[in-house]
């Protein structure tokens, strides 16, 4: 549920009956006609078919959690939880404080789902006017409930009947209730209060049952990992508009520089083009120049962009439905690399083109890891930067070498989607140890960062960072590359970053 606010003891509104009386009326009638179903509807039914086929005769709770307060009675932008997104279609910023139950059916098979919600309030309600979260007057327009069941094909109810849907029949020898409890900590509470009335009372029956919201919580997000083809296409216009917001990101370098604190600039001209195309940024945009790229989550962009410095920007354009690009690109910010930058850029690239092709179904997720890895580690090696008799098989060691990880630290990939780290509660059976399969869409996205006080590395590397980061999808017999149409060898970027952002 939504944090509650603090309202400013000063403010006060008209009470007065007449008052009451004259803001109820002399209002036109509201459009007639519901929405369509919508498309992300029609999948999310099935999505929901499949969670439902895996916890038969159970009580399933989904929330989409509340509104977080920035200061005072000034809330962040909503943002629903994935999981409730994923069975809902519902993106943007629906709908705080919505809760999806899945109600096993009375006829013994399956589920009957419904949505719990705070609909819009008639203009005879004093929360038309006076509801700074939810009135007309201050949030504008909002679904009925008549309206969100047309459009995502689902019964709807008013949050206030949640509760006794939540308690009904629970108990030892009744029915079993699981909740997403990071989703939203109040309706937990709620589900663990409804058990201790119920009598589940014991330490056992308590830990079991918080082990169970665990179990439906890695479910939910085990089962986001293959994606259907609208996922998919959601997938590539998110990855489109990435790209045009790179193009915008090059065009402007020479901007940046000019108006000092460049890497403001570039964090406002890629997030411009986000909110323009889709719904914002995925996540923080990383735009780093010069030494700030060998920071992994340089997120503050307090510096400055200068001629014969790498910028490394990382950013995502998320759709309206909330799936998330993740790329990056490294360019020279002159348009030409130095040589120690263009040495640095190629070792990076041919990592990831081995992490690239061992995108397939078949391998195992590590595979892409391992294989991006050993081109790094060989590198570093060559350049004779590991410790004095290390061989390329001690060091690729998992136990006892891995000295390479001092230059890069992070892994090769992750899966992507709703979550720019989609998929983060599934095991890692079902993860880093698992098969690819068809459907998939995870990020490659090796990397070199020489910190400028790493005396362990030559002066000419100290303070060049390279990530090349592409979202690939696994096809039936291998990999297409989401975002392929930017530019990525060192003579590509550099013609790219000479043409002004042009390809
Ligand atoms: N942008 C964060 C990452 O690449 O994982
Ligand atoms: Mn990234
Ligand atoms: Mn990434």
Not at 161 to 177: C, I, M, Y
Request: glycine share 8%.
């Amino acid at each position: 549920m939504s944090e509650k606010q603090h309202k400013a003891e000063h403010r006060n509104r008209p009470t007065g009956a007449a008052f009451m009386a004259f803001m109820r009326e002399g209002w036109a009638p509201r459009a007639a006609g519901l929405p369509e179903l919508s498309e992300a509807a029609r999948y999310a039914a099935d999505r929901r078919a499949a969670v439902s086929a895996q916890f038969p005769g159970e009580r399933l709770v989904i929330p989409a959690g509340g509104l977080k307060i920035r200061s005072n009675d000034t809330d962040y932008v909503f943002r629903p939880h994935s999981a409730f997104a994923h069975l809902t279609g519902l993106g943007a910023d629906r709908e705080p404080d919505a809760v999806l139950v899945l109600e096993p059916s009375d006829s013994g098979t399956g589920h009957d789902a419904c949505l719990y919600f705070v609909p819009l309030a008639d203009r005879d309600s004093e929360e038309f006017f006076a509801d700074s979260r939810s009135g007309e007057f201050w949030v504008g327009s909002r679904p009925t409930l008549q309206s969100a069941s047309a459009e995502l094909g689902l019964p709807t109810r008013h949050l206030s009947e949640l509760p006794d849907a939540l308690a009904k029949d629970v108990g030892p020898s009744g029915l079993a209730v699981r909740v997403v409890r990071e989703a939203d900590r109040e309706v937990a509470q709620q589900v663990d209060e409804i058990r201790t009335q119920a009598g589940l009372t014991s330490e056992e029956q308590v830990s079991a049952a918080q082990e169970s919201d665990q179990q439906l919580t890695r479910t939910l997000s085990t089962m986001r990992m293959v994606k259907d083809a609208w996922e998919v296409q959601q997938m590539q216009e998110a990855v489109d508009a990435t790209a045009t917001a790179f193009d915008a990101v090059v065009e402007q370098l020479p901007e940046a520089v000019r108006r000092g604190r460049g890497e403001r600039w570039i964090e406002g001209v890629f997030g411009l083009h986000a909110r323009h195309a889709g719904n914002g940024v995925g996540y923080d945009s990383i735009c780093a120049a010069g030494d700030h790229a060998t920071t992994l989550h340089w997120i503050r962009n307090t510096g400055e962009v200068q001629d014969g410095q790498l910028l490394l920007l990382d950013a995502g354009v998320e759709t309206d439905a909330l799936y998330t690009a993740d790329v990056t690109r490294t360019v020279p910010v002159s348009g030409t690399f130095t040589a120690p930058q263009r040495r640095v850029y190629e070792a990076v690239l041919e990592a990831q083109e081995a992490g690239l092709a061992a995108v397939r179904p078949g391998n195992r997720f590590k595979d892409v890891h391992a294989a991006a890895i050993e081109v790094i580690a060989r590198h570093l090696l060559d350049w004779g930067l590991l410790p004095e008799d290390v061989t390329l098989e001690q060091t690729l060691d998992a136990e006892e070498g891995q000295f390479h990880r001092r230059w890069m630290v992070h892994g090769t990939s992750h899966h992507l989607g709703i979550d720019v780290h989609d998929c983060a509660q599934a095991l890692r059976a079902d993860y880093v140890d698992a098969e690819l399969r068809e459907g998939m869409v995870l990020t490659v996205e090796p990397g070199l960062y020489f910190k400028a006080d790493d005396l362990l590395v030559p002066e000419e590397l100290r303070g060049i960072g390279v990530r090349i980061e592409d979202d690939v999808v696994v096809t039936a017999d291998g990999a297409r590359n989401l975002s392929a149409m930017l530019p990525r060898t060192p003579d590509e970027v550099e013609a790219w970053v000479r043409a002004g952002g042009v390809r």
